[in-house]
């Protein structure tokens, strides 16, 4: 399947979870903005709870992982399929929002991304918690022919009390690439990112005002740690994006 084939999975599993909990029509809907920009940090989310079962069980093949996430993802998309036909209209239209704030909103978010981008290419392993926590124990999730190998006491100062859902969710993107590509965890902190920065846009635009929604994604886009840590690999960024879901 490969890297990039992976993460559109994850981008129309997650989809098909959220139109599956949140129904809309067939069509296109006024919220399926919304529902796509909450759709990668979800579908992350499914790769890493089926990595580690699928792992767990079956062992470390790409087929079986793939298949697992290929019957799940189908699975999803056809309750969604079943819960539209009882679902109401999203007719409401989005409101533009001043021009100039659509400018200002572009520019930051579009040097954030630049930042983030070239501090990735300059540090493809992340900082410190990125290389001596969550890609050092995706790692061990992808290599190891042992499930407790990430907990040894040994490595303590690695912190093994840490969740997995990022190491998982590299580790099973790995997985399906094959090979230990480093560019796969870098787009999964920028898929938090993103998720971080655009969610609380199409939320506040939609409960409030387009205005308020930018000026929202002004804050965020705007921040330099939040920015930072995304490009650092740290999971800090992670739990704002999951927060902003």
């Not at 979870?17 to 940090?41: K, V």
């Not at 991304?113 to 969550?134: K, N, Q, Y």
């Amino acid at each position: 399947m490969g890297g990039f084939g992976g993460l559109l999975l994850c981008v129309l599993a997650g989809f098909g979870a959220i139109r599956a909990a949140w129904p809309a029509p067939r069509r296109w809907s006024a919220h399926d903005p919304l529902r796509l920009a909450m759709a990668p940090s979800l579908g992350l989310g499914l790769l890493s709870l089926m990595y580690f079962a699928v792992r767990t069980v079956l062992g470390g093949s790409g087929g079986a992982m793939a298949g697992a996430f290929a019957a799940v993802t189908l699975g999803l998309a056809g309750l969604a399929w079943w819960r539209s036909e009882s679902a109401e209209a999203e007719n409401r239209a989005w409101a533009k929002g001043p021009t100039w704030l659509w400018l200002i909103f572009g520019a930051v978010a579009g040097v954030a991304a630049l930042t983030l981008l070239l501090i990735l290419v300059a540090s493809p392993h992340g900082e410190w918690d990125a290389w001596s926590i969550w890609n050092l124990r995706a790692r061990f999730l992808y290599r190891a022919t042992e499930a407790t190998v990430p907990f040894d006491p040994l490595l303590n100062w690695s912190h093994p009390d840490y969740p997995l859902l990022v190491p998982a969710s590299v580790a099973g993107l790995w997985t399906w690439n094959g090979g230990e590509a480093q560019w796969l965890a870098a787009a999964v902190a920028a898929v938090f990112w993103a998720s971080a920065v655009f969610v609380p846009v199409m939320v506040l635009s939609r409960l409030r005002s387009t205005a308020m929604g930018l000026t929202a994604g002004l804050a965020l886009a705007g921040m330099p740690l939040l920015t930072r840590n995304a490009s650092a690999m740290y999971a800090d960024a992670v739990g704002l994006g999951l927060m902003a879901i």
